[in-house]
C-alpha cells in the first residue's frame, strides 16, 4: 500500500509504526495516496495559536481569543476546547466552562499578516488555490508532479511543516478527489493532521455518517430531514434524482449527490465575496435608538470601507440587533440605487433600527449590504437622488485624508458619538 513519512517525506517506510528512514510515526498509508490532487488545508486554532506562539509561557495554557467581558468566542486552543469551550459561544458561557483561561482581545491585523505569510507559501505550489477563509482554503495539484519532483501528498507535507516552522503555527490536511471530500478529511484528524478519502470509498465513508456532517446541512435542516425518516447520509444517498426532487425540493438531487461524495466545483483562485458587514458587541447593553445611533453609524462607515476595498457596492441594507438573551433579529430594506457611502447606508439602517428599538436591549449590533452589486454602478446619481455623487466625492475626500494623516484627521459629527 502506498505510504508517506511526515517527518522525513520518504515514500518507503516500511510496514511498521516507525518510519525505517527516520523512525517517527507520523505514516499516511492510504491506496490512493499519490493519486489524489484536491486538498483543503485548514490552521489549528489559528487565532489562539498565533498567540500562543507569540507568548510561549501560554503553550500548556487554555486561552480563549474574544471580547474581553463580552461578545463571543473567535477562536480557542484544543486545550480550552476540552473543557467543552467552542468559536461562536458566548463569552460568558466559555468562562464558566473554563474559569483559568487566558482571555486574549483578537488582534486581526496580525491574524491576516500570518495569514498573507501561509497563503503565499501555498502560491508556490499551484496556481489554483482558492481561499475559503481567514485560515483555510483549497488547493488543486494536478499537474505540479514534475515540477515539484513529488507527488501531491508529498508536497502537501512539506508545505504543513513549512508552515509549522517559518509561520510557527500548525496546519491539518485532507486529501481527497474533490473539494468535499478534501474539506470533510481534514476535520477527522485535527490538529496537525493528514487524512485521506479515497475517490473509491467517499460513499461508503458517507453513508453511516448523520446527515448534519455535510456541510449546508444546519440543524433546521436535520430536523426536516429526519421528520421525513432521513437521520443518515447512506440514507439520503439512495434517494435517486426524482425522488429527491419529490420528496426535498428543488435542492434536493444536488443534495443527494453530494450525500454520495459527488461533487463538481472546480478550485478557483477567485474566492466569490457573498456578503459584505461589520458588526460589534458593547460593553453595556443599549435600549434606546439614540445610544444605538452612534455604533450603526461606526459601523456604516466600516461597511463602506469594505465594500469600496472589496470593488462592490450595497443595493441593499440589513440590520442585525442581538438581544441581552441572545436572540437575534434580522431586518432588510432596499435602496433606491447603489451605494458605497456611509451616510446613504445610515440612513436606511437608521430606520430599520427605528422600528426595532421598543425599549428591549441589545448586545450587539450589525449592518451588512444585500445584495452586492458592481461598485461602478454606485452613487451615479439620478432625479431622485442628484446629490449622490457629491456625498460619494466628500466620503472619497475624507477617507483619502485619514489614509495620510490618520483616523482622527477628518472626523464627521456621528463619528465622535460613544456607544
Known amino acids: 500500500m502506498p505510504a508517506l513519512c511526515r517527518d522525513c517525506f520518504s515514500t518507503a517506510p516500511g510496514d511498521g509504526p516507525a518510519c525505517a528512514a527516520c523512525g517517527g510515526r507520523r505514516i499516511v498509508r492510504h491506496d490512493e495516496l499519490f493519486a489524489l490532487t484536491v486538498a483543503h488545508l485548514d490552521c489549528d486554532a489559528f487565532y489562539a495559536s498565533v498567540e500562543k506562539r507569540d507568548r510561549?509561557?501560554?503553550?500548556?495554557?487554555?486561552?480563549?481569543?474574544?471580547?474581553?467581558?463580552?461578545?463571543?468566542?473567535?477562536?480557542?486552543?484544543?486545550?480550552?476546547?476540552?473543557?467543552?469551550?467552542?468559536?461562536?459561544?458566548?463569552?460568558?458561557?466559555?468562562?464558566?466552562?473554563?474559569?483559568?483561561?487566558?482571555?486574549?482581545?483578537?488582534?486581526?491585523?496580525?491574524?491576516?499578516?500570518?495569514?498573507?505569510?501561509?497563503?503565499?507559501?501555498?502560491?508556490?505550489?499551484?496556481?489554483?488555490?482558492?481561499?475559503?477563509?481567514?485560515?483555510?482554503?483549497?488547493?488543486?495539484?494536478?499537474?505540479?508532479?514534475?515540477?515539484?519532483?513529488?507527488p501531491p501528498a508529498v508536497t502537501l507535507a512539506r508545505l504543513a511543516q513549512q508552515v509549522e516552522r517559518e509561520v510557527g503555527v500548525t496546519v491539518s490536511v485532507g486529501l481527497a478527489a474533490n473539494r468535499l471530500m478534501a474539506k470533510l478529511a481534514a476535520e477527522q484528524d485535527k490538529p496537525r493532521g493528514f487524512a485521506v478519502i479515497g475517490a473509491k470509498e467517499a460513499a461508503s465513508w458517507l453513508a453511516p455518517q448523520p446527515v448534519g456532517l455535510l456541510p449546508g446541512i444546519g440543524p433546521a435542516a436535520v430536523r426536516r430531514l429526519a421528520a421525513l425518516g432521513i437521520t443518515r447520509l447512506g440514507q439520503l444517498a439512495a434517494l435517486d434524482a426524482r425522488s429527491a426532487l419529490l420528496r426535498l425540493g428543488p435542492e434536493g438531487p444536488e443534495l443527494a449527490a453530494r450525500a454520495r461524495g459527488e461533487d463538481g466545483r472546480p478550485v478557483s483562485p477567485e474566492r466569490e465575496t457573498r456578503s459584505i458587514s461589520a458588526e460589534t458587541t458593547f460593553d453595556t447593553d443599549l435600549s434606546t435608538v439614540e445610544a444605538l445611533e452612534a455604533p450603526l453609524w461606526r459601523?456604516?462607515?466600516?461597511?463602506?470601507?469594505?465594500?469600496?476595498?472589496?470593488?462592490?457596492?450595497?443595493?441593499?441594507?440589513?440590520?442585525?440587533?442581538?438581544?441581552?438573551?441572545?436572540?437575534?433579529?434580522?431586518?432588510?430594506?432596499?435602496?433606491?440605487?447603489?451605494?458605497?457611502?456611509?451616510?446613504?447606508?445610515?440612513?436606511?439602517?437608521?430606520?430599520?433600527?427605528?422600528?426595532?428599538?421598543?425599549?428591549?436591549?441589545?448586545?450587539?449590533i450589525g449592518v451588512g449590504a444585500s445584495p452586492l452589486l458592481p461598485a461602478e454602478g454606485a452613487d451615479v446619481g439620478d432625479l431622485a437622488d442628484p446629490e449622490a455623487p457629491r456625498r460619494a466625492a466628500r466620503w472619497r475626500a475624507m477617507e483619502a485624508l485619514r489614509g495620510r494623516f490618520g483616523e482622527a484627521a477628518v472626523r464627521q459629527g456621528r463619528s465622535s458619538g460613544k456607544g
Open 299 to 364: 459601523m456604516c462607515e466600516k461597511l463602506a470601507r469594505r465594500l469600496a476595498t472589496k470593488g462592490f457596492a450595497a443595493g441593499g441594507v440589513v440590520l442585525k440587533l442581538k438581544t441581552a438573551r441572545f436572540e437575534t433579529r434580522s431586518r432588510a430594506g432596499r435602496l433606491g440605487a447603489a451605494t458605497q457611502v456611509p451616510e446613504t447606508l445610515f440612513e436606511v439602517a437608521r430606520a430599520l433600527l427605528r422600528r426595532e428599538a421598543d425599549g428591549t436591549p441589545f448586545r450587539l
Open 56 to 150: 510561549p509561557e501560554l503553550a500548556a495554557k487554555p486561552v480563549i481569543v474574544g471580547g474581553l467581558t463580552r461578545g463571543v468566542v473567535a477562536a480557542c486552543c484544543y486545550v480550552a476546547r476540552t473543557r467543552g469551550v467552542r468559536s461562536a459561544m458566548p463569552m460568558f458561557q466559555a468562562r464558566a466552562l473554563c474559569p483559568d483561561a487566558v482571555v486574549i482581545h483578537p488582534e486581526m491585523a496580525k491574524y491576516a499578516q500570518e495569514a498573507r505569510r501561509i497563503r503565499a507559501m501555498m502560491e508556490t505550489l499551484t496556481p489554483l488555490v482558492q481561499p475559503l477563509s481567514i485560515d483555510e482554503a483549497v488547493l488543486d495539484l494536478r499537474g505540479t508532479e514534475v515540477l515539484h519532483r513529488a
